[in-house]
């Protein structure tokens, strides 16, 4: 069966320090991998998607950035962090197929101070 | 560019109440359409998709959603709730051929008062 993981589940960074979350994706190959962000009363916004190795799509300019070294594994990332960039992160896969099913990791809580 | 609108932020039900939380959507297209559910602690997963057929789509725990094209619209219903129901839910939509980018709601926290 497939399972994705992501990491680290909690983190707490300074502001203008670098920023690295990890995701990966066992069980299936060529998945088309998702970093979503959700905010409390604006639900969940869709960051960055990617539908093969070094393909990325953003969606929202912002101060971050995503990476897909490897077919299953997605990462997110920022040179300098912001207070804003404080959130829930979520790495999410589905299969290549139109309109299939989006499964979720288990989210990154991300604390600028 | 499409949008889904969630018009019910935080409902408040009791036990056995009738549940209709809505969604619609902005894309003139052919559209798919989901409900996700994040219970406390819990990841979110799916409860129930649309993507062509029978408008009246049955998910789990007892949940249905029913779609309105002339509406842009995609409710979810549930006849009776119960507490284990408390949750955050997220209606979602992907438009044909835009490689499964799925858009989703700002959310419907929902608590049920035993």
């Known amino acids: 069966s497939q399972t994705i993981h992501q990491w680290p589940a909690t983190l707490v960074q300074p502001v203008g320090s670098p920023l690295s979350l990890e995701c990966t994706v066992e069980?299936?190959?060529?998945?088309?991998l998702y970093w979503y962000r959700q905010a409390a009363g604006r639900g969940l916004q869709l960051l960055f998607y990617?539908?093969?190795?070094?393909?990325i799509s953003s969606e929202v300019p912002q101060n971050l950035s995503a990476s897909r070294p490897q077919d299953r594994q997605f990462i997110l990332s920022s040179k300098k962090l912001l207070l804003s960039d404080s959130g829930f992160y979520l790495c999410?896969?589905?299969?290549?197929?139109?309109?299939?099913?989006?499964?979720f990791g288990e989210g990154s809580w991300l604390t600028v101070v | 560019a499409q949008s889904v609108s969630q018009h019910n932020h935080h409902v408040i039900l009791s036990e056995a109440a009738s549940l209709e939380l809505g969604c619609n959507y902005s894309y003139g297209g052919t559209v798919n359409l989901f409900w996700y559910v994040q219970y406390p602690g819990q990841h979110l997963q799916l409860l129930l998709k649309y993507f062509s057929g029978d408008p009246l789509v049955k998910g789990i725990k007892g949940f249905e959603a029913e779609f309105i094209k002339s509406k842009f619209s995609f409710n979810l219903r549930k006849p009776s709730v119960q507490w284990s129901d408390t949750a955050e839910y997220f209606c979602a939509v992907n438009a044909e051929g835009a490689t499964n980018k799925l858009i989703f709601g700002t959310g419907t926290l929902l608590a049920v008062q035993p």
């Open positions: 990617s539908v093969g190795i070094g393909q």
């Open positions: 999410a896969w589905s299969t290549g197929r139109s309109g299939n099913t989006i499964y």
């Open positions: 069980g299936t190959s060529n998945p088309n």
